[in-house]
């Protein structure tokens, strides 16, 4: 028995060396798809994306926004505060005890936070959904941060960049939660109407009532490799269906080769992606042009009519081949005798030979 490490006074231990090292319990991470070990810091200078296996790990709000505002900077723009917990609601714990935990583990005031800053000196409205706040579930605040913002795009008239991550309607407010389905849609549609771009970055995962409304509703929408993009998930499908699903079902690449998504960008190159996407789409750059004689609009921004006319003529039209006589189409192959020798078109006489 040693009765220095086991007698002495606790400031007195403290002064005398440890055996022990204390190891942070994050300082390594394990790769969910490949395994491997992986230095936080090292990840962490990496975006979060695994080196060797290019598995894209899951970002908080504030790094998102740490990565794809110039130089970090941005203020986050307020939100009017909601109701807390309407209906009361009770599981194996108050709903009001979660959203404490999860504000004091998150440092958030809700699963959504929004900001306002630049990308490569353009002004822009983001919005990020985190996932460790509920698994990002849509509730009342949530919905009234995404209204939020929007409304924010459209009163400094800038693009509005939306990372979303969600399991889905929160089940603990109930319809009220289901309602801002169509509250953000609204909001959608203020965008529409003021000629605005609206990026949707789908991250892992996207999946519920946030796929179903806002989600879904963007002018282009880009996902991160491997992120699980649907409403119902695999196993609920499977299990329903009682069918083997494709491989990668419901996943990015998946969803880009049946035309649900637009493009599946790499992390590293998705800052650079989303400045292009919305200098192209931004009424700014087009409404530099001079001489606009006419009305035609191209994405909601006016264009002028000697530049549809320039890229008619330079695009890579495919023009009809011709056709040979023989090949067309006869009438005569479609007439059908009636029972007194008259012909009338119609089906075609498979009796006549």
Same mark, same amino acid.
């Given at each position: 028995?040693?009765?220095?490490?086991?007698?002495?006074?606790?400031?007195?231990?403290?002064?005398?060396?440890?055996s022990k090292r204390s190891v942070p319990e994050n300082m390594w991470v394990k790769c969910p798809d490949s395994g491997q070990m992986v230095y936080y810091k090292d990840l962490e200078a990496n975006q979060f994306v695994i080196p060797g296996s290019n598995y894209h790990?899951?970002?908080?709000a504030q790094q998102r926004f740490q990565h794809v505002f110039d130089g970090g900077d941005y203020v986050k723009? /307020?939100?009017?505060?909601?109701?807390? %917990? !309407?209906?009361?609601?009770?599981?194996?714990?108050? +709903? $009001?005890?979660?959203?404490?935990?999860a504000k004091s583990e998150t440092e958030l005031d809700d699963a959504v936070l929004i900001g306002e800053g630049q990308i490569d000196g353009q002004d822009v409205v983001v919005a990020a959904q985190d996932f460790r706040f509920m698994a990002g579930s849509l509730g009342m605040a949530a919905g009234e941060a995404v209204v939020t913002g929007m409304l924010r795009a459209v009163e400094k008239g800038v693009p509005f960049i939306l990372f979303a991550a969600s399991g889905g309607a929160r089940m603990q407010e109930g319809i009220l939660s289901l309602m801002q389905m169509p509250r953000t849609t609204i909001a959608v549609q203020k965008l529409r109407e003021a000629r605005? /771009?609206?990026?949707?970055?789908?991250? %892992? !995962?996207?999946?519920?009532?946030?796929?179903?409304? +806002? $989600?879904?509703?963007?002018?282009?929408?880009?996902?991160?490799?491997?992120?699980?993009?649907c409403f119902a998930?695999?196993?609920?499908?499977?299990?329903?269906?009682?069918?083997q699903l494709p491989e990668g079902f419901q996943k990015a690449e998946y969803l880009l080769s049946h035309g649900m998504v637009d493009m599946v960008v790499h992390r590293h190159k998705l800052r650079d992606t989303l400045s292009r996407v919305c200098r192209l789409l931004?009424?700014?750059?087009?409404?530099?042009?001079?001489?606009?004689?006419?009305?035609?609009?191209?994405?909601?921004?006016a264009v002028d009519g000697r530049t549809i006319e320039t890229l008619a003529r330079v695009s890579d039209v495919i023009e009809p081949e011709p056709i040979s006589e023989s090949e067309r189409f006869d009438t005569r192959q479609t007439e059908r005798r009636d029972g007194d020798g008259k012909t009338r078109p119609g089906t075609r006489d498979v009796a006549r030979g």
């Amino acid at each position: 028995m040693n009765w220095i490490s086991n007698y002495v006074r606790p400031k007195i231990r403290s002064l005398l060396p440890s055996s022990k090292r204390s190891v942070p319990e994050n300082m390594w991470v394990k790769c969910p798809d490949s395994g491997q070990m992986v230095y936080y810091k090292d990840l962490e200078a990496n975006q979060f994306v695994i080196p060797g296996s290019n598995y894209h790990m899951r970002m908080t709000a504030q790094q998102r926004f740490q990565h794809v505002f110039d130089g970090g900077d941005y203020v986050k723009v /307020p939100v009017r505060s909601t109701a807390q %917990d !309407p209906l009361k609601f009770r599981d194996g714990r108050k +709903y $009001a005890e979660r959203l404490k935990t999860a504000k004091s583990e998150t440092e958030l005031d809700d699963a959504v936070l929004i900001g306002e800053g630049q990308i490569d000196g353009q002004d822009v409205v983001v919005a990020a959904q985190d996932f460790r706040f509920m698994a990002g579930s849509l509730g009342m605040a949530a919905g009234e941060a995404v209204v939020t913002g929007m409304l924010r795009a459209v009163e400094k008239g800038v693009p509005f960049i939306l990372f979303a991550a969600s399991g889905g309607a929160r089940m603990q407010e109930g319809i009220l939660s289901l309602m801002q389905m169509p509250r953000t849609t609204i909001a959608v549609q203020k965008l529409r109407e003021a000629r605005l /771009p609206y990026v949707v970055v789908l991250t %892992d !995962p996207t999946t519920g009532g946030v796929t179903a409304s +806002y $989600a879904m509703l963007g002018d282009v929408h880009i996902a991160e490799p491997g992120a699980l993009i649907c409403f119902a998930g695999p196993r609920v499908i499977q299990q329903t269906i009682r069918e083997q699903l494709p491989e990668g079902f419901q996943k990015a690449e998946y969803l880009l080769s049946h035309g649900m998504v637009d493009m599946v960008v790499h992390r590293h190159k998705l800052r650079d992606t989303l400045s292009r996407v919305c200098r192209l789409l931004s009424r700014g750059t087009v409404a530099a042009r001079p001489s606009i004689e006419r009305g035609e609009y191209v994405n909601g921004n006016a264009v002028d009519g000697r530049t549809i006319e320039t890229l008619a003529r330079v695009s890579d039209v495919i023009e009809p081949e011709p056709i040979s006589e023989s090949e067309r189409f006869d009438t005569r192959q479609t007439e059908r005798r009636d029972g007194d020798g008259k012909t009338r078109p119609g089906t075609r006489d498979v009796a006549r030979g």
